[in-house]
């Protein structure tokens, strides 16, 4: 079952990390000049992030937080 979750979180994470950097080329291929793109590919990238670091815990045998 931990395999299982660990596997579901690092793919959870590639995607956003994924889905952020292509947010963040897309907006500047663009003509937009807004930030809020920006702050949304940061904040997918940083929850990308944090989702593989918790993976990487798991997988190596750690409990989360509330478990």
């Known amino acids: 079952m931990r395999s299982q979750r660990v596997g579901t979180i690092r793919a959870l994470g ?13 907006t500047l291929t663009s003509d937009y000049n807004g930030l ?4 949304l590919a940061v904040l997918l990238v940083l929850t990308g992030i ?3 670091v918790e993976a990487a815990i798991l997988d190596r045998g ?6």
């Not at 590639?14 to 897309?26: E, I, N």
């Not at 750690?62 to 478990?67: A, L």
């Open 14 to 26: 590639t995607v956003s990390v994924v889905a952020g950097f292509m947010t963040a080329l897309v």
């Open 50 to 52: 944090g989702l593989r």
């Open 36 to 39: 809020e793109p920006h702050i």
């Open 62 to 67: 750690g409990q989360p937080p509330g478990m």
